[in-house]
């Protein structure tokens, strides 16, 4: 806690600290979150926009981080996956009700590599790897029945855990351009500490709220 009552030299409360890099902020917010969410504090709202430049929103699982960016995996024959592949500018939303915090990401997506995808691949459970084979994501399914169906063919398929990683199952890395953070304030006065990059070096400026 620093002067100003421990607010930090913007005025902001001390959560925001004085990080130049907004990686390592949010490593310690999302450290946070662990400590408290009930489920899934790697969860995030993933927007993509296809063709027709129609936005889509959903839900997805944090599963990397380093200084370079967030990743996630899934079918890239999925929904998510073919916007991606015609539009790579993407965003991310993490919001942690139970320590009143959101954090925003702009950025534009780049495939993992093939390295990084067998070794997430191979720390799943069996049944995760079994899915990733026998689920045509985004596809239309006439009756859930056909699906259990692929899924017990592909267990016979492979009877052990050593499954092979499926050609159309990888991750995607956002690399950011742009991280918001944002603390509810009593009154909806909230706080927001928005970073942007800028000839390779982070930014910061307050927002109102």
Known sequence: ?????????????????????????????????????????????????????????????????????????????????????????????????????QVRIVGMVEKVTDKEADDYYNSRPYKNKIGAWASSQSEILNKREDFIKKIESFEKKFPSNNVPRPPHWSGWRLIPSQIEFWLDGEGRIHERLNYKMKNGSWMKELLYP
């Open 1 to 101: 806690m620093n002067q100003n009552n421990g607010k930090n030299s913007l005025g902001l409360d001390k959560c925001f600290e004085e990080a130049n890099n907004p990686i390592d902020l949010f490593k310690k917010w999302f450290s946070k979150a662990k400590e408290t969410e009930i489920n899934d504090p790697n969860a995030l709202a993933l927007a993509t926009v296809d063709k027709t430049n129609q936005p889509s929103v959903r839900m997805v699982l944090l599963k990397g981080l380093s200084d370079k960016g967030f990743i996630f995996y899934t079918n890239f024959n999925s929904k998510k996956a073919g916007d991606l592949k015609i539009n790579k500018k993407s965003s991310m939303c993490f919001h942690w009700k139970s320590i009143r915090r």
